[in-house]
């Protein structure tokens, strides 16, 4: 019987915690630094996933490119396994899980939610030894490559 309930209460997950990653606070680094504590809406980070895509956007999102998405945010050209761990949690704590690629909503969500803790690595002195280049040829630990 305890085992029925944990299954359906884990069904419930995505669709209870994703809207609201939109309204969470922002408690880590600030992700723009221009001073006018500029918020992290969905609109804006619609604009960041268009950097990747252009105009318009695929209907899903590959978690590797949720991950670029992400250092488009953050203006990273580097980044280390810690960045994609963050990446991780944040797409488990809204779609319950790591999938291959995420409804756009879904991926956008994950970029919110990442953004929202987001503390830089904790690592002294990380230059991290990751660019977009060789993420997307499958070197993050939950890649199958593409
Ligand atoms: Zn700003
Ligand atoms: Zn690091």
């Not at 209460?9 to 994703?18: D, E, K, V």
């Not at 580097?78 to 779609?95: E, G």
Request: glycine residues 6%.
């Amino acid at each position: 019987m305890p085992m029925l309930t944990c299954t359906q209460t884990r069904s419930l997950i995505p669709t209870r915690i994703m809207p609201k990653v939109w309204a969470e606070p922002e408690t880590g680094s600030r992700w723009c630094d221009c001073g006018k504590h500029c918020q992290l809406t969905k609109p804006v980070v619609r604009e960041f996933a268009r950097d990747l895509y252009g105009l318009h956007l695929p209907e899903r999102i590959a978690h590797e490119d949720v991950i670029l998405i992400c250092m488009n945010v953050w203006h990273y050209a580097r980044i280390c396994p810690f960045f994609t761990m963050s990446v991780a949690d944040a797409a488990v704590y809204v779609n319950g899980s790591i999938e291959d690629d995420y409804p756009v909503n879904v991926a956008l969500a994950i970029v919110k939610a990442f953004s929202n803790k987001w503390n830089g690595c904790p690592v002294e002195n990380c230059r991290g030894d990751w660019t977009a280049d060789n993420i997307t040829n499958g070197d993050t630990a939950d890649s199958e490559g593409r």
